[in-house]
């Protein structure tokens, strides 16, 4: 008998998509930033289903889970009501016509590299400490689909097809999601130059006309990042 899928649905009632059961086994852990509300959401494979920042979203197959009690709900605020509206301007396509999200591994920081030269991408790996796991997604739509449903912690991309699609989505990120993220852009252009950076819409860029020490230089721009102090809260987690 073949599994049914699992429907996930982030708590704001205003997005949900569809896995194959064998995407994320049980007790398996992934993130996804939901285009509705702009929150970067939590699911983990339960025996009954997907539970999404601990609420459950039942498995097709396994019928209706028992739901807490629903204590009046205060009016929302101006603010919070604005979060949950959906963004107008998202130039992205809709969740139905992307691929599933590749399959990672548990309890993993996701890290994109879409890029032409594996050179950079092996760099990226080598770079990162150890509880990362880097994706290089094959086609701009995967590479899509990985950024909304991984909701990823560091980007490396060029200007391929994969990079410019990832980078409109990122553009398009509410505040808070898009600073959680560091997006590297691949670029013919000094390192120093920071206009470079605000042009292309990156927290830093690298001349990938240098062909030496990679995964230093992607260390240092990352280190420089996290240095950055944080808009909302006054200090970066």
């Known amino acids: ?5 699992m429907v996930i649905a982030c708590p704001c009632g205003g997005h949900s998509f569809t896995l194959a059961a064998d ?7 992934a993130a996804f930033t939901c285009p509705a509300c702009g929150l970067r959401r939590t699911c983990v494979r339960t025996e009954r289903g997907v539970v999404v920042d601990d609420r459950p979203t039942p498995d097709l197959a396994a ?3 028992p739901q807490p009690p629903v204590s009046p709900a205060s009016p929302p605020t101006p603010e919070q009501a604005s979060m949950a509206r959906p963004a107008e301007a998202l130039p992205l396509p809709v969740a139905d016509e992307l691929p599933l999200p590749s399959p990672v591994p548990p309890a993993v920081r996701i890290a994109l590299a879409l890029v032409g030269d594996s050179d950079w991408a092996a760099a990226l790996e080598r770079a990162l400490p150890p509880g990362w796991h880097v994706l290089c997604p094959g086609t701009a739509n995967q590479a899509l689909a990985d950024f909304l449903a991984l909701a990823p912690g560091v980007v490396l991309l060029d200007a ?3 990079g410019r699609a990832v980078r409109a989505a990122a553009d398009a990120l509410p505040g808070r999601s898009r600073e959680a993220l560091a997006l590297l852009a691949l670029v013919p252009s000094p390192e120093a130059e920071a206009m470079a950076a605000f042009a292309h819409s990156a927290d830093a860029v690298l001349d990938n006309r240098d062909v030496g020490t990679k995964a230093e230089r992607l260390q240092a721009a990352l280190a420089r990042i996290a240095a950055l102090p944080s808009l909302f809260t006054g200090a970066r987690a």
């Open 1 to 5: 008998m073949t599994a049914q899928p």
């Open 23 to 29: 995407t994320l086994p049980v007790g398996g852990r």
């Open 63 to 65: 019928g209706p889970l």
């Open 160 to 162: 391929g097809e994969a």
